[in-house]
């Protein structure tokens, strides 16, 4: 019976192993960056909503921070129902 090492490292660009070599690569689209960027806003305005918050920060900048936010979740919502078709 042949086990497999759950620590061993295969699969990679340069594997010597034929059969390997031709496996599709999951590289960086379009969609991905977009959904990371998306989400990477997202938390940046999030916290910063939070700071100004508990800084007593002026009206603009709670409305800038929250309009933000829900474009970000609301850009979120239709890139992941668009994806379901």
Not at 39 to 46: G, K, R, Y
Not at 61 to 84: N, S
């Amino acid at each position: 019976m042949t086990t497999t090492d759950p620590y061993r490292l295969d699969g990679f660009a340069g594997s010597t192993d034929p059969a390997r070599q031709d496996a599709p690569r999951e590289g960086l689209t379009r969609d991905r960056f977009v959904r990371t960027v998306l989400w990477l806003v997202l938390v940046i305005s999030t916290v910063g909503n939070m700071v100004a918050s508990y800084s007593a920060a002026s009206t603009g900048v709670h409305l800038v921070c929250g309009g933000v936010t829900a474009l970000c979740v609301t850009a979120l919502v239709v890139r992941h129902l668009r994806g379901r078709r």
